[in-house]
């Protein structure tokens, strides 16, 4: 796979590889309870999450990015490249798969959708994948709403697909888009 598709300027902010001054921001707002009500994995070890994101730029399938605005850590984003199905044959590291978490004390200000973009303009411009997609639970409406802002289409509703540990069996939805759809609508 190619380099990483960072660093990169858009809407006010700078999307880059995390280095070890970025730790103990990504750990402030990734176990915070309000970040994990939708989250399938509601708590990451400080240690595993120190591990895991300072190795990134050492993994040829793993090109997740912290959002930066004006020196601080807003967010983070996350981009893994993935083989497509298929027939055995079919072409490799094709797809990416996408996410986020951003500070609750920055939410609502735009930066997921910007993000969102921007995971999107690295995986289509940057990677040259073919096909990338996100999903979310259906009753994350903040997240859903990102997904549609950043361009992506409603893919799949699978019904009562995801336990939530307060909730029961909730929808999820699974939005995605394709490298000429993202190219028709940049151009």
Request: charged content about 25%; aromatic content about 6%.
């Amino acid at each position: 796979m190619s380099r990483s598709p960072w660093p990169l300027q858009q809407d006010g902010l700078l999307f880059r590889d995390p280095v070890e001054s970025d730790i103990a921001a990504l750990q402030s707002f990734r176990n915070d309870a309000s970040v994990n009500h939708f989250m399938v994995h509601t708590h990451v070890d400080p240690d595993e999450l120190r591990r895991d994101w300072l190795s990134m730029t050492d993994n040829p399938t793993e090109y997740s990015c912290v959002v930066d605005r004006d020196g601080d850590v807003v967010a983070m984003g996350f981009l893994d490249v993935v083989d497509g199905s298929g027939q055995p044959g079919h072409p490799t590291g094709t797809d990416g798969l996408i996410g986020y978490i951003v500070d609750p004390r920055v939410a609502g200000q735009g930066i997921g959708t910007a993000t969102a973009r921007a995971l999107l303009r690295a995986a289509f411009d940057g990677l040259g994948l073919r096909r990338v997609t996100a999903g979310a639970n259906a009753d994350n409406i903040a997240s859903v709403t990102v997904l549609e802002r950043a361009g992506m289409r409603k893919e799949r509703h699978a019904v009562r697909a995801l336990w939530h540990r307060e909730l029961g069996w909730l929808d999820e939805v699974e939005y995605a888009l394709l490298d000429e759809e993202w190219r028709a609508r940049t151009s």
